[in-house]
């Protein structure tokens, strides 16, 4: 069967001495790489070197019994086999990973930095020196590794020219959809990128496992890098932005209560001046208005404690507020203000933003207003809302269990009301769709 015929192994099959026969029941190796489709093991002999058969245009039928694939079409084949393969691998990939950001920063409770820097500056550094060593590692041809020992029509040369090649176009695919991960990006969610990268590295050693190529870890370890440093960068960026706009409130809310506070300096020292007045017109005549002395000594009062206040940035009003049509039951929010009137603050956070007002159960003033806040957002932090954002004041709580810590850092309470009055809400759910009803 094999007189007047050579063996021709496939790629990657060891070369056999010349003139080799296959002895009874031989089998090729099963680690051996499958042969392509359509590859003839035996072809006639034609000189010491085995022939291919006759060339076929890539774009024939490999099918074709008239038209037997040679090495080369062979080899084009495998190429654009591997290329749809690295495509739907990389496909699938994408679709088996989970891409709910809520998900990942609920599995995590809070972001945590790969790369903890100072500021966004700081990322925007790093990233350039990450970027450097890429391309360090890109010029001296060590991003992606390949065999050195890969024959293609027997020629070491040519083996080593298909494999650069190729490791060419596996780097190509690996750095788009390292691109595309960096680009998708959004602050809270860089495992889902890694795990992408990670099986688009996966797909490339699996498909060119015949060359033993893979993308080394050197250039892995800094894609990752890249990606880590991508995500911390954004969310810095997304902190800063949130300081900033909360630093610009807080500026405007410290003018507001500074405007408010010389206002009612200004009124407070008319109305004396009138108090006075009056009293010293009494007194010419030899008069005495107890009540006219009364005010006035309240109006002194007032006065001080109005200075006091302008004077000590500290002081304010502590609230415990909440609005169960919004938020639903068992959800107090914690603030501080420091306005005249703190009941003016509550209306603003009872704005068109909600679809009902705030209930009070506490307004509580203290000199050290600030600290009183912050002790009591310590204690229920466990318990907040929003585990990723500390500025936002919402906690998991009864009003009751905030009295009751409350009391325990001040000692008593004049006035806190347990129970909600909710009477727009309650009003509203009688006209509710049925669905809506199941909000308590």
């Given at each position: 069967?094999?007189?007047?015929?050579?063996?021709?192994?496939?790629?990657?099959?060891?070369?056999?001495?010349?003139?080799?026969?296959?002895?009874?029941?031989?089998?090729?190796?099963?680690?051996?790489?499958?042969?392509?489709?359509?590859?003839?093991?035996?072809?006639?002999?034609?000189?010491?070197?085995?022939?291919a058969a006759p060339a076929?245009?890539?774009?024939?039928?490999?099918?074709?019994?008239?038209?037997?694939?040679n090495e080369l079409f062979?080899?084009?084949?495998?190429?654009?086999?591997?290329?749809?393969?690295?495509?739907?691998?990389?496909?699938?990939?994408?679709?088996?990973?989970?891409?709910?950001?809520?998900?990942?920063?609920?599995?995590?409770?809070?972001?945590?930095?790969?790369?903890?820097?100072?500021?966004?500056?700081?990322?925007?550094?790093?990233?350039?020196?990450?970027?450097?060593?890429?391309?360090?590692?890109?010029?001296?041809?060590?991003?992606?590794?390949?065999?050195?020992?890969?024959?293609?029509?027997?020629?070491?040369?040519?083996?080593?020219?298909?494999?650069?090649?190729?490791?060419?176009?596996?780097?190509?695919?690996?750095?788009?959809?390292?691109?595309?991960?960096?680009?998708?990006?959004?602050?809270?969610?860089?495992?889902?990128?890694?795990?992408?990268?990670?099986?688009?590295?996966?797909?490339?050693?699996?498909?060119?496992?015949i060359m033993e190529m893979?993308?080394?870890?050197?250039?892995?370890?800094?894609?990752?890098?890249?990606?880590?440093?991508?995500?911390?960068?954004?969310?810095?960026?997304?902190?800063?932005?949130?300081?900033?706009?909360?630093?610009?409130?807080?500026?405007?809310?410290?003018?507001?209560?500074?405007?408010?506070?010389?206002?009612?300096?200004?009124?407070?020292?008319?109305?004396?001046?009138?108090?006075?007045?009056?009293?010293?017109?009494?007194?010419?005549?030899?008069?005495?208005?107890?009540?006219?002395?009364?005010?006035?000594?309240?109006?002194?009062?007032?006065?001080?404690?109005?200075?006091?206040?302008?004077?000590?940035?500290?002081?304010?009003?502590?609230?415990?507020?909440?609005?169960?049509?919004?938020?639903?039951?068992?959800?107090?929010?914690?603030?501080?203000?420091?306005?005249?009137?703190?009941?003016?603050?509550?209306?603003?956070?009872?704005?068109?933003?909600?679809?009902?007002?705030?209930?009070?159960?506490?307004?509580?003033?203290?000199?050290?207003?600030?600290?009183?806040?912050?002790?009591?957002?310590?204690?229920?932090?466990?318990?907040?809302?929003?585990?990723?954002?500390?500025?936002?004041?919402?906690?998991?709580?009864?009003?009751?269990?905030?009295?009751?810590?409350?009391?325990?850092?001040?000692?008593?309470?004049?006035?806190?009301?347990?129970?909600?009055?909710?009477?727009?809400?309650?009003?509203?759910?009688?006209?509710?769709?049925?669905?809506?009803?199941?909000?308590?």
């Open positions: 069967m094999t007189k007047g015929r050579t063996f021709n192994p496939p790629p990657g099959w060891p070369k056999p001495p010349k003139g080799w026969t296959p002895p009874k029941d031989w089998k090729p190796d099963p680690n051996w790489p499958a042969k392509p489709e359509g590859w003839e093991l035996w072809i006639s002999d034609a000189g010491d070197t085995p022939q076929v245009e890539v774009d024939s039928d490999p099918t074709d019994p008239e038209a037997p694939p062979a080899l084009k084949a495998e190429v654009a086999m591997l290329r749809a393969q690295l495509a739907d691998s990389s496909t699938a990939a994408a679709e088996t990973i989970s891409l709910n950001d809520q998900k990942i920063l609920q599995d995590i409770g809070i972001y945590r930095y790969h790369h903890p820097l100072e500021n966004a500056a700081g990322y925007r550094a790093e990233l350039e020196r990450i970027e450097v060593e890429i391309t360090k590692v890109v010029r001296e041809q060590k991003a992606i590794e390949v065999s050195s020992i890969f024959t293609f029509e027997n020629s070491l040369a040519a083996g080593r020219k298909l494999s650069n090649d190729l490791g060419k176009l596996m780097l190509r695919a690996y750095n788009a959809e390292c691109d595309s991960c960096i680009r998708s990006l959004r602050t809270g969610n860089p495992g889902v990128a890694k795990k992408r990268l990670e099986a688009s590295r996966k797909a490339i050693a699996k498909l060119g496992k893979q993308i080394s870890a050197r250039y892995h370890d800094l894609r990752i890098q890249e990606i880590e440093l991508t995500a911390d960068w954004l969310m810095k960026k997304q902190e800063e932005k949130e300081a900033e706009k909360e630093n610009r409130a807080r500026i405007r809310e410290e003018k507001r209560i500074e405007k408010e506070f010389a206002e009612e300096r200004e009124r407070l020292a008319k109305e004396k001046h009138h108090l006075e007045n009056a009293i010293e017109a009494l007194r010419e005549k030899g008069e005495r208005n107890p009540d006219l002395e009364a005010n006035l000594l309240a109006l002194e009062d007032a006065i001080k404690q109005n200075e006091f206040r302008l004077a000590n940035i500290r002081s304010g009003y502590v609230y415990v507020i909440s609005n169960q049509g919004a938020f639903g039951a068992n959800v107090v929010k914690i603030g501080l203000t420091r306005r005249l009137e703190p009941n003016d603050r509550i209306s603003e956070l009872s704005g068109a933003s909600v679809p009902f007002r705030f209930d009070v159960h506490a307004l509580f003033f203290s000199e050290d207003a600030v600290s009183l806040e912050n002790e009591l957002h310590t204690h229920f932090r466990e318990r907040a809302l929003n585990a990723v954002n500390a500025r936002k004041e919402f906690f998991f709580a009864t009003p009751a269990e905030v009295r009751d810590v409350l009391m325990d850092k001040v000692g008593s309470l004049l006035e806190f009301s347990e129970v909600g009055e909710s009477l727009e809400y309650h009003q509203s759910r009688k006209y509710w769709p049925h669905r809506s009803g199941e909000l308590n």
